[in-house]
């Protein structure tokens, strides 16, 4: 009896001199239990921390910190037990305060022993890690975000590069034939143009809808220069008219626009007309019908105005017409499908051109109309040259070295740039290229960036470490980490397939000057 009496006085004069040093303490909540776990003591910190007065709290056991589960999970003794077994455990979990919120906190829980090792109660001292834990989960969440964004642009570039792959030898031999077209019957002269216009058509719809981030954080470029706006709607029905024909519908026309210079991009524009005619031709049921005009007003602007008489769009879901993956109405999308960007894309565009674009419907089965407003250019304006698509040739024939792996590209590139006057070797392999460029002098490299046996890369830093060339990357990756990366390499310029022949022409120029 007196040995117990003993006990709890060295327990009480423990605890006072626990009190004094640690009761200012607000950071962390400092508190001693006795040996069957109820609060004996309770500094300022515990009190801040848990929400409980010491009168409140004392004598009461330390398992009304627990959580219900973990209550029933028996983790308050087992807490006790295992500090007694190891003489001190950490531990981090959910707790409750007196208002019955949550937090995150961090303890340490150590076992207090007299001098004949008996345990005589036990020090806890806890943290509140709510903040840090949070802190913590949305880093990970951050890196998560940048991992799955990074996979995604590399699919998404892997995949661009597949589909832009095809469309340069189609563009390479559209452009041979039309430099050929005398050679043709004139009526092919329309078809050879329908096809370069659609190939680089589709090839700004691929850069587009693959290349989502570039759309999302405003990185599209626009080439400007001034267009027939008129023409350029022009051609984006005459893009579409296979589409209207199969439907058998009725289009007038009437194109009226007096201030039809533009300045802007004029495929991006063409695009803009082509997607907002698609729609339309898409919406509406065989047999139907599609009013398409341009014209102006006396502010000099530019209106272009498509209405259909299709299925129409319900008043209350105009709004999200112009919202990414967002169908006018749930049964759109089974019924005709599509992931709703084209318009999204549409809208991107026309806002780049600092133009305006509206959508108007009286509801479902009354058709819709857009109308697209662009600043048009003053009288007396520069015209778009009629020549500009039909580059010149260099003025020097150059030796070229053409590394490609892709047999069409190869072919039909040799045999445009042949035609334009220069001397062209061509390799498959970056073991072929090494023996070309060891067996005769070159003035540049035009070099795919991947190769069966190596990469592009590689080709072009050797070959400027032992000749004097110039090398141009052909590639079907563009983004501004595969500009830095070739330029890195030893690239002096970065062509995005399909190539654009016009600027792959400039850059042959500016090597044999």
């Given at each position: ?75 308050p ?14 531990d ?95 009526e ?48 984006a ?81 105009l ?6 993956f ?17 318009l ?19 509801g ?60 062209v ?60 990366r070739?330029k ?9 397939k ?16």
């Amino acid at each position: 009896m007196s040995e117990d009496r003993s006990n709890k006085s060295a327990l009480h004069r423990t605890a006072e001199q626990f009190h004094i040093l640690v009761d200012s303490v607000e950071e962390y909540a400092i508190y001693m239990l006795d040996a069957t776990g109820n609060v004996v003591t309770w500094n300022t910190g515990a009190q801040k921390i848990k929400g409980y007065m010491a009168e409140e709290i004392t004598g009461k056991n330390f398992a009304c910190f627990y959580t219900a589960d973990d209550v029933a999970a028996h983790k308050p003794q087992r807490n006790l037990r295992e500090a007694a077994r190891k003489g001190h455990i950490r531990d981090q979990g959910p707790r409750v305060r007196k208002d019955g919120s949550i937090f995150q906190a961090e303890i340490v829980l150590t076992a207090l022993r007299d001098d004949a090792g008996n345990i005589r109660g036990y020090s806890k001292v806890t943290r509140d890690v709510t903040d840090q834990i949070r802190s913590s989960e949305l880093e990970a969440e951050k890196i998560a975000a940048e991992k799955a964004n990074k996979a995604k642009d590399d699919f998404l570039a892997a995949l661009s590069h597949e589909l832009r792959t095809p469309l340069t030898p189609a563009l390479a031999a559209a452009r041979y034939l039309e430099n050929n077209a005398s050679k043709f019957p004139s009526e092919f002269a329309e078809d050879l143009k329908i096809i370069k216009r659609n190939v680089q058509l589709q090839a700004r719809l691929i850069d587009d809808l693959l290349d989502l981030t570039r759309i999302t954080r405003g990185k599209l470029q626009l080439h400007l220069e001034p267009v027939d706006a008129n023409a350029l709607v022009r051609d984006a029905i005459d893009i579409a008219h296979s589409a209207i024909a199969a439907k058998n519908l009725k289009v007038s026309t009437q194109l009226n626009a007096k201030a039809h210079q533009i300045l802007a991009d004029s495929i991006r524009l063409q695009q803009v007309f082509w997607n907002l005619i698609n729609n339309a031709v898409k919406f509406t049921s065989p047999g139907g019908q599609i009013e398409i005009s341009t014209f102006s007003d006396d502010g000099c602007q530019f209106h272009f105005e498509i209405t259909d008489n299709g299925i129409g769009i319900e008043r209350d879901r105009l709004p999200s017409l112009f919202t990414p993956f967002e169908q006018a109405d749930p049964s759109v999308s089974r019924q005709f499908g599509g992931l709703g960007l084209g318009l999204v894309i549409t809208k991107r565009l026309v806002d780049l051109h600092n133009g305006t674009i509206q959508a108007d419907s009286r509801g479902r089965s009354f058709g819709a109309t857009f109308k697209v407003t662009l600043n048009a250019l003053p009288e007396g304006a520069q015209k778009p040259s009629t020549d500009s698509a039909v580059p010149k040739n260099t003025a020097k024939p150059l030796r070229i070295l053409l590394v490609e792996d892709h047999r069409d590209t190869r072919h039909a590139l040799s045999r445009l740039l042949t035609h334009f006057g220069h001397q062209v070797s061509a390799a498959d392999t970056m073991q072929s290229a090494f023996k070309l460029l060891a067996s005769r002098k070159f003035d540049v490299i035009l070099c795919d960036i991947g190769l069966p046996d190596g990469s592009g890369y590689a080709v072009v830093s050797q070959a400027k470490q032992e000749w004097p060339i110039k090398a141009v990357a052909i590639t079907g990756f563009g983004t501004d980490q595969d500009v830095r990366r070739c330029k890195a390499a030893g690239f002096d310029f970065h062509l995005v397939k399909p190539i654009d022949f016009h600027e792959l022409e400039q850059v042959l120029d500016q090597v044999g000057a």
